[in-house]
């Protein structure tokens, strides 16, 4: 009998080890499977940008002049289109920068998704409801207002995206990842910025991050967004292993109830002009030009020239 229930037990004892091996292979086996947080923003962000119309489809902006701007592919149009329909209509762009749409009716352009039947009201990107979209063919394009009216032109076909190198990242350094002070404007302050155009625009931001890196004191003017806070930065890398100009940056989420705000400069990622000569990307502001190396976050795209 005590033979017997030493067998069992050891029996018992092996099946229990053996089924708390296979669990615990199984459990680094879905460990090994799954993907970081950061793995996971790196492949949303490669997503948005390889969309059709994502910032990789830019093909143009076309500043529009007062009066009818007839767009197409056909060589006498104003705003000539490297395919797709001869004629789409004309853009009009009156004195008081209000917009009409005037269609050719054979095109099939469509506004907003809805099939254009006749002239129509235009609305820019700086409009409270926002631009109208107009698609045809793999084109999509829309106004744009930077002191002046202009088209800006995408096309799914459009070499920077079909033929799009892939991006690259630093290693993940977590000595980036940093718990920043907030420090609120009270009121909001204005801080100049300018655009690749040398438009000079006032954005309100609402405070500023403040951190250590290495032992030193550094700081960034934030602008606002829904839910988090958003950066335009440079650094000692820039022009070197990433963008010339700088870089672009939202936080993890806004201030807590310690006042504390997460960067996380392995997030950090280029600016559409890095991949697109069409984009108006706003350069940093003087007091975002840190004085130190970030080597954290995208580097300098494969062809860039900057």
């Known amino acids: 009998m005590v033979v017997l229930l030493k067998r069992l037990t050891m029996k018992y004892i092996s099946t229990w080890m053996m089924c708390l091996i296979f669990s615990l292979q199984a459990n680094a086996a879905e460990q090994g499977n799954s993907k970081s947080a950061y793995e996971e923003w790196k492949e949303g962000r490669l997503e948005r940008l390889m969309e059709p119309h994502g910032w990789l489809s830019l093909v143009g902006l076309e500043w529009l002049h007062v009066g009818a701007n007839s767009i197409g592919s056909a060589a006498d149009n104003m705003i000539q289109l490297s395919h797709g329909p001869d004629y789409l209509g004309q853009i009009v762009l009156q004195r008081d920068n209000s917009l009409r749409f005037i269609p050719e009716l054979t095109s099939g352009i469509k506004a907003n998704d809805e099939l254009v039947t006749g002239p129509m009201e ?3 990107d700086s409009d ?5 979209v107009f698609t ?7 106004v744009v207002e930077r002191d002046k009216m202009g088209v800006r032109i995408k096309d799914s076909e459009a070499i920077t995206r079909t033929g799009f190198l892939g991006l690259e990242y630093f290693p993940e350094d977590t000595q980036f990842r940093i718990d920043a002070d907030f420090i609120a404007y009270e009121p909001a302050k204005l801080i100049p910025t300018v655009n690749v155009l040398g438009i000079l625009t006032n954005q309100e931001s609402p405070g500023r991050l403040e951190f250590t890196i290495d032992g030193v004191d550094y700081s960034l003017d934030a602008l606002d967004s829904d839910d988090s806070y958003y950066m335009i930065f440079g650094d000692k890398t820039n022009g070197k292993t990433t963008y010339g100009p700088g870089r672009f940056l939202y936080t993890d989420g806004k201030v807590d109830e310690a006042g504390k705000v997460r960067i996380d400069f392995n997030k950090a990622y280029n600016p559409p002009c890095s991949f697109t000569a069409y984009s108006t990307c706003t350069l940093p502001p003087l007091q975002n030009r840190l004085p130190v190396a970030i080597e954290a976050g995208e580097k300098k795209y494969a062809n860039s020239t900057y």
């Not at 409270?128 to 109208?132: H, I, S």
């Not at 045809?136 to 829309?142: K, L, S």
């Open 122 to 124: 235009v609305f820019a």
């Open 128 to 132: 409270e409801q926002g631009a109208t």
């Open 136 to 142: 045809v063919d793999t084109y999509e394009f829309f």
